[in-house]
């Protein structure tokens, strides 16, 4: 398989953090006191926030309340500490002070009932810092932590992991044959990444379907690349495309280079493409909103906990002249979200595909002073009319789905497919074929002599044994070629019908 | 569905609390000092334990740790109240101080990984206290929290639980069509209790079947009885039976007093039957094994953190004449164990039947001083002979299975089984009427015409709609006519094997 040659660490090394917009790296100690940082400092990427992590101070309690406010009640306090040594000195196994309280961390995390809610312990917080410094390898995909499963939001386009046939929702249950139950996101993120040309096997659960699913990735670099842009000619109109693949502090002015690039072409319409971009920094998303969303309009509203909201207003004095279609899928997450919801309400524009991932939180990385992180949700965004897409997700003005076989799971056949068999891994197969060209006859899982024939074909188009059994090197072709279908452009019945009303709309 | 007109209340009310040995029922204030209470009381069944609960003292942290011990080192209690802290004042809801402080007691139990620890909130505390001084109304079972799952240990004997088909390891998933996901152990077993004649529906996941179970209980008093005892003549030889269903405080006295006057009769062997006797008090036990285990042995050894053992001997002056077998199976679980490892490796008498549970740790219910609980496991218990058995169970002398219609899950028919269907329902259905003498023609689930003529067979005995199809009321009675067949003594091949071995042994 081709990857791109550029490269995209800072994104995807935070590939965990990456779903939360007004997310900052924090690596200084600021003065943590301010109330709303992000809030007040919209004009400034690179704000970095912490709670201050030492002053010299040595009573712990008192500094904890200095630094943030809040102090337990007497009588709650004494609880806490009363169950924290009877468990420290009578439970039957001795347990480190340190592990028992990371529990306590997390089990009030767990209260909130929020997957992007996280805590980092020293070693997990450190090694992402030193994976921020290098250039980043591994499977290309955001996770969060959902009912306690790490569960994939949106592998990024052209990444391994979409190429291996990852899909939103799944959920890794094993790496490499382990179990991970009981490891942290964080924890499981660090298992699954690791150099470039390595495998890594997940065992994935996909909703919807029954058996566990062996995934093997191959990792590889990432692109840096968030923003890549192209002119189309169709039907003597000039259409721009732009497809952004994540929010990064950069994306923005590529953005806007690209766009002025577009327009001094003379474009008669635009299509930005965020389909399987998992969000990224919100300052990113409102600097690409003034460039589109109509002067005066709001192009996200962000609320705090007392239902108080601000307004991110759009500063485009020059309204567009020409029509917008954005691309969205059930991988959009978070900053996509935002922008589409803005294109669509404040600038009436086209939206097509499918309804997204449905994010609608902003997250902020808090230090706790011994090098752990608490990844705390602090904000809700709404749309630009007002609207919570939290779980929901931001509907397509235009609903279009791909074709069948761009949602078809990976075939597994360790125990090889073959005549008269009547599986679910069968039907994935024949959706295959079928979205190949070579009919299978029938797409309802039972393996007919014509799907056998169809194999037979596909098997000697690709020089195989041409044995009309699926076995895994026809398993595994099956699903390069899959994957090359699903890029072609003529396969992709969004970007057509985008191009469609674009034109129409002319 | 007949029901015994005696009744337990005490033990079915700690349903949840019952597998644990050394359960003080926790009522008074006492000094909470001593480190091992347990072990040094041995011969007090009475003896209550509990942590101060309140003794005017105002600092909180202080009075933890006098009470205790254990503090919290400095930096550690600073970072737990700092992320304590941005969580109560900056995470995007407001949530109450107690659910967090809650949340993070919870948060340590997870870290130690134990079924057996648990955290009972006030209310929950105050109900189930309030419980213990009526009648208890429920459906007769032990429950534990097991990787995040109600877990069935055992239900009682010829309990609404047992005789609606529940069996040790279903995880019970919902509870009248609502799934319990996040509920407590004790939030959930407050759900399943309700008011005599009352149906519960339990969806219950069963380890090796695929598909969820609905199952329901009517629920009803529980017997207060927990020994019973008949004299058998077989082959004319006196064999006496003690049945023991928990080990409750007048166990031992009950089991004493019957045993003796067995042995007037004269008898030539004793069975004693602990099958799905999920346990109960550390002190019954022991009593009942100084009445059988040879003098000068060990009944248990009860182990501290420190690996620091002490042994429980038996007194017993005068070893018994006649020969005993044990019965137990998967449902025998902690004193249990105890007491058929005792007769095994210190009396080497016959265990027969089927590995026990293996439950091999001891807990204790200690007071947090606000009305909450924590029980939590403080030692582990090893046989007599040293043997750790948790997680691993007591083996049989003899391994003897019962007929395979005593391991048949309920018939589930929302859909009636008919002919030509193919599924485990009608493998049940199949290993049911094999059970009552039916002649399925076979039980591999393929719904045969033998099969359909068995059933017509069973129906027109059951005076119903002669059919040939398995819709709900056939299910149900086959579900009855099975609950009585595995209930007849005919049928119960680990208890003849025991009545062979004792006659043979005379």
Redesign the interface.
């Known amino acids: 398989m081709n990857i791109d040659k550029k490269f995209l660490p800072l994104i995807v090394s935070l590939s965990v953090i990456l779903g939360a917009v007004a997310m900052f790296v924090v690596m200084q100690v600021t003065d943590g006191t301010s109330a709303e940082p992000v809030l007040n400092d919209s004009g400034d990427a690179d704000t970095e926030l912490a ?1 201050d992590q030492d002053d010299g101070e ?4 008192e ?3 200095e ?29 480190d ?18 997957p992007y ?1 996280v ?1 980092m312990d020293q070693e997990t917080a450190r090694e992402f810092m030193d994976s921020l410094d290098s250039s980043f390898e591994g499977i290309g995909a955001e996770v969060s932590m959902t009912n ?1 499963k790490v569960t994939i939001v949106a592998p990024f386009r052209d990444s391994p992991a979409e190429k291996a046939g990852l899909r939103p929702n799944d959920q890794i249950v094993g790496i490499d044959g382990d179990s991970i139950e ?1 490891l942290s996101l964080y924890e499981a993120v660090l298992q699954i990444r690791g150099e470039k040309g390595t495998t890594v096997t997940l065992t994935v659960e996909r909703p919807g379907v029954s058996e566990e699913l062996n995934i093997d990735v191959v990792r590889d670099t990432i692109p840096i690349e968030t923003v890549t842009s192209e002119l189309i000619e169709e039907d003597g109109a000039k259409i721009g495309l732009i497809e952004i693949r994540s929010f990064s502090e950069s994306t923005a002015t590529d953005f806007e280079e690209q766009l002025h690039a577009l327009e001094k072409e003379g474009i008669d319409g635009l299509v930005i493409d965020v389909r399987g971009n998992p969000g990224g920094f919100l300052q990113s998303v409102e600097d690409i909103g003034n460039l589109l969303v109509p002067g005066g309009e709001p192009i996200v509203q962000i609320e ?2 007392e239902g108080e909201r601000i307004r991110h207003v759009s500063n485009l004095e020059e309204e567009k002249e020409y029509p917008i279609a954005t691309l969205i899928n059930e991988g959009s997450a978070s900053a996509s979200e935002i922008l589409a919801a803005a294109l669509k309400e404040a600038g009436g524009h086209h939206v097509v595909g499918e309804t997204t991932f449905g994010k609608g ?2 997250q902020q990385t ?1 230090q ?3 090098g ?1 992180e ?1 990844k ?5 965004w709404l749309t630009s009319d007002g609207n919570d897409i939290n779980e929901v997700g931001v509907e397509p003005t235009e609903e279009v789905r791909q074709p069948d076989f761009f949602y078809v799971s990976p075939v597994q056949a360790e125990d090889p497919l073959e005549f008269d068999m009547n599986s679910e891994q069968v039907e994935n197969a024949q959706l295959m074929l079928e979205g190949l060209d070579y009919d299978p006859g029938r797409t309802d899982g039972y393996f007919s002599s014509e799907t056998e024939e169809a194999v037979r074909a596909f098997q000697d188009d690709e020089g195989l044994d041409v044995t009309g059994v699926i076995d895994e090197d026809t398993a595994w072709a099956l699903q390069d070629r899959v994957v090359e279908a699903v890029r072609d452009r003529e396969n992709d019945l969004q970007f057509k019908r985008a191009i469609e009303l674009l034109i129409e709309n002319e």
Not at 376 to 380: C, G, M, P, V
């Open positions: 709670i040595e009573n712990a309690a500094e904890a309340v630094t943030s406010g809040s102090e337990i009640s007497e009588d709650k306090a004494e609880k806490f500490h009363k169950a924290y040594s009877i468990i420290m000195d009578r439970y039957v196994e001795a347990f002070e340190e592990e028992l309280l990371e529990g306590a961390i997390n089990g009030m995390l767990e209260v909130l009932d929020d809610s805590y306690g009981g705090n906990r939180t902003v808090l706790l002073g011994d752990s608490l705390l949700t602090l904000f809700r």
